[in-house]
């Protein structure tokens, strides 16, 4: 039985059943290897032939590992999920289903398709069973909800962008909200499109297998964006998900391609030192198994970090088109409509109800986290004994904590389009005076340089000079400064001066 991922999965588990000849192409997770041949403790597919009677299938029937809903297995269940995981309902058509679980009938498929997505639909309960008795079995109901979601986010923004060649593929509000999606050196906005469509071609979570598609040649390009080293793997015997070749250069040669001992072919590799059949390696054995242990080392940190790349830019792309349906759904923005025009939709937004507690936790964890400064980067930045670097790393983190304790509530005020309440208002003062505190430390201390007489007399000619005094005029009233106004002479309507005597 081929193994799959927990996330795929959303929960189920997928145990083979004892006499069953199950038969379904699940895709390969990033971490697993097709090698060729039969795999050992699995079986060669046999087509059994299947007796076509006219009668539906039960909704169930059998018990433990006999049970089946609908003819459906457990094995085979686990495998609807999983697919349902990769590639979402599409148009629901079933054609993803189809080819991968070739011991279902297409309308097998259909009316289990139907009832799974009757049951997903349902309020949730703390029920082990669904409302017609269909055990649960562990089901991540949420999970596969926000996974549905995502990919009809992901098809409905690949249609529209080959639609709309010429046109940005975010609006500028989404991307000054996330700065990310403006590219980086290399990667730009055509590669979003290009990977947005590879999620809908090789299955949401399998990244590896977009890094390894020749057609996108994403390889050579993360390689640029995180200057990276091109890494060469002359190693055979490889498969084709761990040995995907690195990027960009003739030489480079998928590794689970062997090369050919007589130099033909277009992606043969020459031996250099220390390679396998180099004069250098049959000297010293030693020497090339030590070779051939680094460079794979790098190779494969190579290909980590490629997938990483590709992972962390599908969840930045998650985050523009949900922010996008959020402008949609609450009516912040409506496509191709003139909010002048329809008055009324005011007043409707300000109607809207706040989103319930799954929706806002899901919000919530799409927020960057937060990452307080630890006591030992503290005392490692406080090199030079200067109290105010720990006084700023303090103030960052209470900061961290005011905005990590209130972030629910922030969300919800901004979600809805509301004014803060009183108590996320009283809660977020601290961060005025972290303001007040950080803005006084970081602000250089200004001294005027001295002028005038005191400055070419010293010190001690500023010590004794002292401003002279006019009675009548200003004088100090022992408290501070004391200003009057001076009359002129001649009784006219003149300007009056006002003198500033400091006290001593």
């Given at each position: 039985m081929v193994s799959v991922e927990d996330d795929d999965l959303a929960g189920l588990e997928d145990v083979s059943s004892d006499n069953e000849d199950d038969n379904y192409e699940a895709e390969l997770s990033d971490g697993e290897a097709a090698a060729p041949g039969p795999q050992p403790g699995k079986r060669p597919y046999r087509k059994r032939a299947r007796v076509e009677s006219g009668e539906p299938h039960p909704l169930m029937e059998g018990e433990g590992r006999s049970f089946r809903v609908l003819g459906f297995n457990q094995n085979q269940r686990a495998a609807f999920v999983q697919i349902l995981m990769r590639f979402g309902v599409g148009d629901y058509d079933w054609k993803e289903f189809v080819p991968r679980l070739k011991q279902k009938t297409y309308e097998e498929i259909r009316n289990y398709g139907v009832l799974f997505l009757t049951h997903i639909s349902e309020d949730l309960t703390d029920s082990p069973n669904f409302s017609d008795g269909v055990p649960k079995e562990g089901l991540r109901i949420q999970d596969v909800l926000v996974r549905i979601a995502t990919l009809m986010l992901i098809r409905d923004k690949v249609k529209w962008a080959a639609e709309n060649t010429r046109v940005p593929l975010f609006t500028e509000d989404i991307v000054f909200r996330y700065p990310g999606l403006k590219g980086g050196r290399f990667w730009k906005e055509e590669h979003d499109r290009m990977l947005l469509r590879a999620v809908l071609k090789h299955g949401y979570g399998r990244w590896q297998a977009i890094v390894d598609d020749k057609e996108l040649r994403f390889q050579e390009l993360i390689c640029q964006e995180l200057n990276l080293p091109v890494i060469n793997l002359p190693i055979q015997g490889q498969s084709s998900s761990q040995g995907q070749n690195g990027p960009s250069t003739s030489n480079a040669e998928p590794s689970g391609t062997p090369s050919t001992?007589?130099?033909?072919?277009?992606?043969?590799?020459?031996?250099?030192?220390?390679?396998?059949?180099?004069?250098?390696?049959?000297?010293?054995?030693?020497?090339?198994?030590?070779?051939?242990?680094?460079?794979?080392?790098?190779?494969?940190?190579?290909?980590?970090?490629?997938?990483?790349?590709?992972?962390?830019?599908?969840?930045?792309?998650?985050?523009?088109?949900?922010?996008?349906?959020?402008?949609?759904?609450?009516?912040?923005?409506?496509?191709?409509?003139?909010?002048?025009?329809?008055?009324?939709?005011?007043?409707?937004?300000?109607?809207?109800?706040?989103?319930?507690?799954?929706?806002?936790?899901?919000?919530?964890?799409?927020?960057?986290?937060?990452?307080?400064?630890?006591?030992?980067?503290?005392?490692?930045?406080?090199?030079?004994?200067?109290?105010?670097?720990?006084?700023?790393?303090r103030l960052y983190n209470s900061m961290c904590r005011v905005v990590e304790e209130n972030a629910q509530e922030s969300v919800q005020a901004a979600v809805i389009n509301a004014p803060p309440s009183h108590k996320l208002r009283k809660n977020l003062l601290p961060l005025e005076h972290v303001f007040e505190d950080v803005n006084r430390i970081l602000t250089p201390t200004k001294r005027d340089p001295p002028t005038g007489p005191s400055a070419a007399g010293g010190p001690a000619d500023a010590a004794t000079t002292e401003p002279p005094t006019a009675a009548g005029v200003g004088e100090s009233d022992g408290h501070g400064v004391k200003e009057e106004e001076g009359a002129a002479p001649n009784g006219t309507s003149e300007k009056s001066e006002r003198v500033i005597v400091l006290d001593d």
């Open positions: 001992g007589n130099g033909s072919g277009s992606n043969s590799v020459a031996p250099v030192d220390g390679a396998p059949g180099s004069s250098e390696a049959a000297a010293n054995p030693g020497q090339q198994v030590y070779h051939d242990s680094a460079v794979l080392y790098h190779y494969r940190d190579m290909q980590r970090r490629q997938v990483e790349f590709i992972k962390k830019r599908v969840l930045l792309l998650e985050k523009g088109l949900n922010a996008e349906y959020q402008k949609v759904y609450f009516g912040e923005a409506r496509p191709n409509e003139v909010g002048a025009e329809e008055p009324e939709n005011e007043q409707k937004f300000t109607e809207e109800p706040a989103p319930g507690p799954a929706e806002m936790e899901t919000l919530v964890a799409e927020l960057p986290q937060i990452e307080p400064i630890a006591p030992e980067e503290i005392r490692a930045a406080s090199c030079d004994d200067d109290p105010d670097r720990g006084e700023l790393a």
